[in-house]
């Protein structure tokens, strides 16, 4: 039973095979388990603050420069061994673990999607995956670049300068070639070609029609002040429903917030093959690309007022997770130390009211 007053605590002991949409999942993390240690912000704290870009507004050096790094980084991810919980395969694993009820609370499986976690458990799942990155590089400035898909670079009526279009697939991620290619993706001959389309719903997925480049275009902007304007005026409804010791998982969608259900939800059908369920989806490298722009608009939507605010309940914030650091040690942390981006040691370009969709 739910128990209030008492946060949800991960531990990997009673880790089980989960399941999701009826279909088993074995992604409990490798044998290693170690010490636990608790998470301290002073890591953090002598670091310079980096920037976390955009990456369809970069020039074209500064474009090359960072592919050139991310794909460097990304090849040493994948190439450290299989159980190397640092590597590109475990982190996917973790990902899987928890959205398949395969840590146990009370006696249920909890998934932190389509819950008030969905969030900040994302935010902590990117700074692992940069701080990994950063050791394996050697580079502690090394910083994750996100795809800013909400940025339609043709409408003018925001403030966002950038007159790019983030709403295409990154081309970084697309070549064949490289490390942060994936196969099994759906690749319809109009993809990249055409801009995302942040309507997509599980049902008709992309088995549709394609909608022209200008509709799509101008659907994408009305979307975003759907989900961000309109339905998030509570936390309930932009963050998703309360998750506590001994919750259960809900079904797929209930209970999920506006951002997450809608466009988040979206990106991982449009783009398809491994990256439309939650267990394979860290399996490609541009979910993290996907996710930076996530965390980057769960930071925009306090901006909104009138009553935007995240849940200050101690259950939400003292609720933990277990991630891998950057030395392969298991790292106890709390919401709480993820409520600040700037402590944690980044900020994102483009974080002020900018985008177009905020005044549609
Ligand atoms: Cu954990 Cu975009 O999903």
Redesign the pocket.
Known sequence: AVIYGAPLKTTFEGCRRGSLSGVDYDCCPSEYRGPILDFELKYNASAPVRIRRAMDCLDEDEASEYGEKLRKGISLMKALPADDPRSFAQQARL?CA??TGSFVTGSEGFD??FSWF?HP??RW?LYFHERILQTLLGDPTFTIYFWHWDHDGEAIIGRNKCSKSGMYFPAIYADPDSPLFHAARSLRPEFPALPVDLGLTGAESMDVPYRPKDLLLARNVAVMHDVMVIKSNTSRIFLGRDLRAGGKRVLPYEGGGSL?VTG??S??WWVGGDLRT?PT??KDPV?YA??GN?DRLWKLWPLGGQGRANPTDPDFLDAEFLFYDETKNVVRVKVRDAMDTRALGYVYEFEERNEAWWNY
């Open positions: 990902h928890y959205a932190i999607h969905f458990w994302h799942f997450e988040h939800a990106i991982h939650p989806a860290g979910f996907h996710h996530i």
